[in-house]
Structures are given as structure tokens and as C-alpha cells.
């Protein structure tokens, strides 16, 4: 059987063309008895209605493209749930797109988006990089980038306070009595992780300690990165009482490496990450870390979407969310 159109339906229905296309757009011109059998009628035979030629009429889809970097990185898939969550709640549904880090990839499907018609655009940039090759696209649809603090760029965008969210995890570790801080996996390709790098620096220059940097060379912030740093760290004898990680996933990996030495967490060091993911919560893993309130993240970024979507010539906006500590076991005070 091929596919089900609204002649189909009309002539099981006994009813003409434009009837059955009145009882779908809810129409006053047909009784409400008539559009109550005719909307069975299509349930029945899994009428599907035509929303390209809808999209055609209305001059909108209410389809939301969504770009991440990676559905294989835990916190980008957990906003990619939040988004999708909230906007179907708002009327629309979401096409999600991967770019994998690559930025020759974040334009090709930017542009297959814009090809589909989606009324506008959420991207978690891959990186620093992104938004130069991006403008010309940016220009010609409704545009909204998360999790990146673009600071004075012309670009719509909302994050959390980077910043400032490790300046608190600094401090917390420090009323503990920490004061050897290792910082590990500061990545200089994301504006995001440069962000979160300055409030550890900050934080280490207003309290006097020194600072000391463990480098993440690659594009991601993942759990085999996190692994391998501290596997190299804990080879040699060291003298941290604490690790701060850039992401959640690396503090993870920084787990597996300490069990595999035969390092305590925390009763040898602690440990503390950054974005609260769903795995940080586990009995196992327990990890102290600083909370992207990801559910508001996702709503004032479909918000803001849409109202650039409804007022496409209002200025560009911003909007800065704040982080918070979740305290959890991995973290412990010294004597």
C-alpha cells in the first residue's frame, strides 16, 4: 500500500477533498461531529499529513535545527534531550545534527539545515574557530550558539559563567585545606575551557597558591584523554593533594587511571570536574563537580531562538546563566 492522501481518506470517508482538509485544520465551516469522524478516519488509516506543502503555506516549518559537536560526548547529549524536550513543548520539533569537531563538517551541516527549511538554528560550536566560516550562513536564518561565551562577537548566544564556576570549585578545594591544585586538561581551541582555565588562574593568584597545568592537546574533553594524562601523572611521584578537570568526562578517566595505580579517591587525592553529567551522580564515581544547569540552558536558548525567529530584527542578545557546586564524595578535607 502506498502512502495515504487526503483523497484516500475523503473517499472512505464519503466526504469531499476540501472536508477532510477542513476537519484538519480545524476549520469552523464543518460540524464538530463531521470532523470528529473524519479525524478517525485518517488515525485509522495512518493518514500522515504533507508538511512540506503545510510549510509552503504557513512560510514556516516549525522544525529547530540543532548542531552538537558530539551525541557520543554525555553532556551533549543530555542537552540535546533538554532541547529537544522543551522545544516540542513550544510547538516544534527538532533535527539534529552531528559535526564531529570538524569545522568543514559544522558548515556543511549548517547548510543541509538551511536546505531543509528549519525555521531557525542552535549550535554548540566545535570550537574557537567556528564562527567566521559560519557568518555568511548565520546571516541569512534566525541563529542561537550555546555554551560558548562569545563575549563582544555579534552572534546570539547563552552559556553558563565559565568563569566563574571554577573560581568556586577552586575555592571550595581550597577550604579544604588544598593547596597544591593540579588543573588538568585545559584545552586552548575551545573559548569555553580558555574561560574556565582563567578562573582557575584567578582564583589561584587572589589565594596565593601556584598554579600547575596539565594540557589537553587534542579537540575533545573525553574519557580516554582523561585517562591518559593522568595515567602519565600518576606514574611519577607527585605532590598535588587535588586534580580540577576542565569536563566531567576527563575526571572519569582520571578515576579509571587512579584505580589502576593504586591511588585513592579521595583518601590519597581528590577530584573534582566540571558540568554535572548524568554519570557523575553514579555510587561509584561520586564526583564533585560544578553544575551546568543544562535544563535552563536549553530553555533560554530555545527562547531566545524563538524570539529571533518572531523579531528577526531585534538586536543581537546574550545570556549568561550561573554555575553551581553539587558536593559529592570525591573531595575530602585535610587534617
Do not use: W
Amino acid at each position: 500500500m502506498g502512502v495515504v492522501t487526503l483523497k484516500d481518506v475523503a473517499k472512505v470517508a464519503g466526504v469531499s477533498y476540501a472536508t477532510v482538509s477542513r476537519a484538519l485544520s480545524g476549520s469552523p465551516e464543518i460540524g464538530e461531529s463531521t470532523r470528529r469522524r473524519v479525524l478517525k478516519i485518517c488515525e485509522e488509516m495512518g493518514y500522515t499529513p504533507n508538511s512540506v506543502a503545510r510549510s509552503m503555506v504557513m512560510k514556516r516549518t516549525n522544525i529547530l535545527g540543532l548542531i552538537v559537536t558530539s551525541l557520543n560526548n554525555p553532556f551533549m547529549s543530555e542537552m540535546t534531550a533538554n532541547i529537544e524536550i522543551y522545544a516540542r513543548a513550544c510547538g516544534y520539533n527538532l533535527m539534529v545534527c552531528n559535526s564531529s569537531y570538524d569545522l568543514k563538517l559544522e558548515k556543511e551541516v549548517f547548510s543541509l539545515l538551511i536546505g531543509r527549511q528549519v525555521d531557525g538554528i542552535i549550535v554548540i560550536p566545535a570550537g574557537n574557530e567556528s564562527y567566521e566560516p559560519l557568518k555568511p550562513l548565520t546571516a541569512q536564518i534566525p541563529t542561537v550558539f550555546i555554551s560558548e561565551n562569545l563575549q563582544d562577537l555579534p552572534e546570539n548566544y547563552v552559556s553558563v559563567d565559565n568563569t566563574s564556576g571554577m573560581q568556586q570549585a577552586t575555592e571550595y578545594l581550597y577550604s579544604l585545606g588544598h593547596r597544591r591544585i593540579l588543573y588538568l586538561g585545559a584545552r586552548e581551541n575551545s573559548l569555553t575551557h580558555k574561560l574556565r582555565l582563567d578562573g582557575y588562574l584567578s582564583s589561584c593568584t587572589q589565594l596565593g597558591i601556584t598554579p600547575k597545568v596539565i594540557t589537553n592537546t587534542g579537540l575533545r574533553s573525553s574519557f580516554d584523554v582523561g585517562y591518559a594524562l593522568a595515567k602519565d601523572y600518576f606514574s611519577r611521584p607527585f605532590g598535588e593533594t587535588a586534580v580540577l578537570c576542565a569536563a566531567d568526562t576527563l575526571a572519569i578517566g582520571v578515576i579509571q587511571a587512579a584505580y589502576e595505580c593504586g591511588i585513592r579517591i579521595p583518601g590519597d587525592i581528590s577530584l573534582m570536574g566540571f558540568d554535572n553529567i548524568s554519570f557523575s551522580a553514579l555510587p561509584p564515581i561520586d564526583l564533585t563537580t560544578v553544575n551546568q544547569p543544562k535544563a535552563e540552558l536549553a530553555v533560554a536558548a530555545v527562547d531566545m531562538l524563538l524570539n529571533r525567529i518572531r523579531k528577526p530584527d531585534t538586536p543581537h542578545t546574550k545570556t549568561i546563566l550561573a554555575p553551581s557546586l553539587v558536593l559529592r564524595r570525591s573531595c575530602r578535607a585535610l587534617e
